[in-house]
């Protein structure tokens, strides 16, 4: 038996472990239950046309909604290497309609200039939808080009995520050159294409709230993004960026877009970059 003595200081020994114990577990509990620690605010110059002008506006208000400190965006002239090296950018992003043929010389002289201004310099490249659903000679032998907007209701968006994907995959060919010639992963793609496909899926399928057609989703033939599209790649902008998921942020620059809408757009934007290996957010 133990004598008094003993079992007292067992007792305490067994109040101390009970007591650790507790404290653990309200620990893991806090930890579990505080917010995720926001990324540094990062400098930006913008490039493009006017397939991206309005991308900066929405993320810069999603990174305000987040929390983000520090985002700036960095006014510096289309290829001013001299400018660009002296700004010391974070991240350089490219959005224009010919995606799949751009001036990826040039491409190699703006990841050589922002690395040797910035080590840990990004450049992100947007693969964009594909002009007239890339309808001409794909698949072999078709030629019905869009001449006017109505004209994308026709598309079968099982051929037009064939189409991206075909686009994409040589444009991914070009990314791991240069990848490999940098000796790490600083080129990035942006898929906004493959998200703007599953959302025509949603609009075809009538799971989309407010959109009938996919004719609606454009401004015009060439197709120029409504603003559900730009919604979108604002989105997909701020998850490859920032590698953090835009669900639940607020953004209203694209005011007739709805909030059922946005909620949409924001978890098909997290979903298609957070799973798409070249936009860096995936292994």
């Not at 491409?107 to 690395?115: D, F, P, R, S």
Request: glycine fraction near 8%.
């Amino acid at each position: 038996m133990l004598t008094f003595t003993r079992r007292r200081s067992f007792g305490m020994w067994m109040l101390v472990c009970v007591a650790g114990c507790v404290a653990a577990a309200g620990f893991l509990r806090a930890q579990d239950q505080a917010p995720p620690a926001r990324p540094a605010g990062q400098r930006i110059w913008f490039t493009g046309n006017s397939w991206s002008i309005l991308m900066p506006q929405g993320l810069a208000e999603l990174v305000k909604a987040a929390g983000i400190e520090g985002h700036e965006q960095i006014p510096v002239k289309p290829n001013d290497l001299a400018a660009l090296e002296a700004a010391k950018p974070d991240v350089f992003t490219n959005g224009v309609h010919w995606w799949m043929e751009t001036p990826w010389g040039q491409a190699e002289k703006v990841v050589e200039t922002g690395l040797k201004a910035n080590p840990n310099f990004r450049a992100y490249y947007q693969a964009a939808w594909l002009v007239g659903d890339g309808r001409a000679g794909f698949p072999e032998g078709r030629r019905d080009p869009v001449k006017v907007k109505e004209d994308y209701d026709a598309t079968n968006t099982a051929d037009l995520q064939a189409a991206q994907d075909k686009t994409r995959k040589h444009v991914e060919g070009i990314v791991d050159t240069l990848n490999e010639k940098f000796g790490k992963r600083v080129v990035f793609l942006v898929p906004v294409g493959d998200a703007v496909v599953k959302l025509r899926e949603m609009v075809v399928a009538g799971t989309f709230p407010g959109v009938q057609k996919q004719s609606q989703l454009w401004s015009d033939a060439m197709p120029h993004a409504g603003n559900h599209v730009w919604a979108l790649s604002s989105y997909c902008h701020f998850a490859a960026i920032y590698r953090m998921s835009p669900v639940g942020l607020t953004m209203k620059r694209f005011d007739d877009v709805t909030d059922d809408q946005h909620a949409i757009l924001q978890k098909i934007a997290w979903e298609t970059v957070s799973k798409y290996p070249y936009a860096g957010v995936a292994p």
